[in-house]
């Protein structure tokens, strides 16, 4: 009994991101940039395990030579591709549209120091804003008098 | 919405080289092109505030080029050497200006010796009257002496009832547009934010300058006193390199006014490329 509490309390290895298997596929890839790589785990684990994404799997773009991640949000939703990125990096218009022409919805993700993780939409064309929550109320001339006796 | 060169070609002034329209048919005229720019002058009836603004009309540099294209913009008349009715006028108002001085001066010290004077008369109410006419005549005299009327305190009047730009007859052979300006072969603007500008022109958005949101041009999609702006376009080049803080900070901006960022590149073939940023909301 001892021993299976004391295998249950095993803690990780210090480097098991580069045991873990996902990893190991994206080190496969070959992929020179190793912050990306990293990134792109990371944004592969927040997928996976915190958001539960389904087929999530990760693929080479030769032209910018990074890893991207495609997956489902849901079971039988269209498949996604996500763009991660350190936050300090740059990219042109130009490597956005390369994303956005394998006709999939892109997310661009952001991964900072401390692996806080920001999404964002990337959509082709024009595309208008939500309109403002109501319901409305119109303050009519109340809200200028009252400015006016402000001093 | 009209594409056609206008019959009717608008004045514009050069400022340095702030292109301005001051009449209003132009005014007029460039709105219905669905040129917005940006009022600057000041009301003299509403002073001291930002929000109602008069001509002149500032337009923005791709504005400009837009007109030239189409050669609807005239060169403004540059007047020059009418330096001796000038020098007339300055010298008119200065004398008028003084004769002004002179007469405020004699009121302000009439105002002050019977503010004097009532202030003594009901303060001395119970000592005897001898003293308080000596008192008050020495008093008097000191103020007569001494007093001076500050140039700071001088009253001017503005007239502010002119009868408009237009009407004044040396104002409208300033205002009278002559030489035609053609479309240059070098464009004075960048290139590639006329082209962006053009091409949203050319489906139907108004569109204004958007420095209050780190961007190139606020995108309407009708005359901006009936809606609010739906896009911020940001004009950059297809291989130019943007720091990814700076998309976030500029997608989380637009997200909290309720507007889409839009990235556009103008490409090769004249085509534009846009590129819609939204904040995602994946908490």
């Known amino acids: 009994m001892s021993d299976a509490s004391n295998s249950a309390e095993k803690p990780p290895p210090p480097n098991w991101i580069l045991h873990h298997p996902a990893y190991q596929q994206m080190k496969s890839l070959e992929i020179e940039d190793s912050a990306q790589v990293h990134a792109a785990f990371l944004v592969f684990m927040d997928l996976t395990e915190v958001r539960q994404w389904k087929e999530v799997s990760c693929v080479k773009s030769p032209e910018l030579q990074v890893i991207l991640l495609e997956g489902r949000e849901k079971e039988g939703a269209p498949v996604q591709t996500v763009l991660p990125l350190p936050v300090h990096r740059s990219l042109s218009h130009k490597s956005i549209r390369h994303v956005l022409d394998r006709g999939f919805p892109m997310l661009l993700c952001a991964v900072a120091c401390d692996s806080t993780l920001v999404y964002q939409r990337m959509t082709d064309g024009l595309v208008t804003p939500d309109p403002p929550a109501g319901p409305f109320q119109d303050l009519g001339r109340r809200q200028h008098r009252k400015r006016r006796q402000k001093p | ?283």
């Open chain 2, 1 to 283: 919405m009209d594409n056609r060169p206008s019959s009717h070609a608008v004045g514009v002034s050069l400022c340095d080289s702030a292109p301005l329209l001051w009449r209003v048919e132009d005014l007029r005229t460039v709105r219905s092109q669905g040129l917005v720019g940006a009022l600057l002058g000041s009301l003299p009836r509403t002073p001291r505030q930002n929000v109602r603004l008069g001509r002149p009309l500032l337009l923005l540099e791709e504005e400009e080029t837009l007109l030239r294209e189409r050669q609807a913009a005239a060169a403004g008349y540059q007047q020059d050497g009418r330096g001796a009715e000038l020098r007339l006028q300055v010298q008119q108002h200065q004398e008028d200006q003084q004769r002004s001085y002179e007469e405020q001066s004699v009121l302000a010290l009439e105002d002050r010796k019977s503010a004097l004077l009532r202030a003594m008369t009901s303060s001395h109410t119970e000592s005897g009257a001898g003293a308080l006419d000596g008192a008050l005549r020495g008093r008097l005299e000191a103020l007569d002496r001494s007093f001076t009327f500050p140039c700071s305190a001088l009253a001017v009047q503005l007239s502010t009832a002119r009868a408009g730009l237009s009407y004044c007859p040396e104002a409208r052979s300033i205002l009278r547009a002559d030489r035609p300006i053609r479309g240059r072969d070098e464009l004075s603007c960048d290139t590639g934010r006329y082209q962006v500008f053009t091409d949203l022109r050319g489906r139907g958005f108004y569109l204004t300058s958007a420095g209050k949101f780190g961007g190139d041009f606020l995108v309407y999609p009708g005359d901006p006193l009936r809606f609010h702006a739906h896009f911020i376009a940001i004009c950059v080049s297809k291989n130019e390199s943007v720091g990814l803080l700076d998309l976030l900070s500029v997608a989380r901006l637009g997200s909290n006014v309720k507007k889409t960022v839009l990235l556009c590149s103008p490409g090769p073939d004249g085509r534009v490329l846009y590129t819609s940023l939204q904040w995602s909301g994946m908490v």
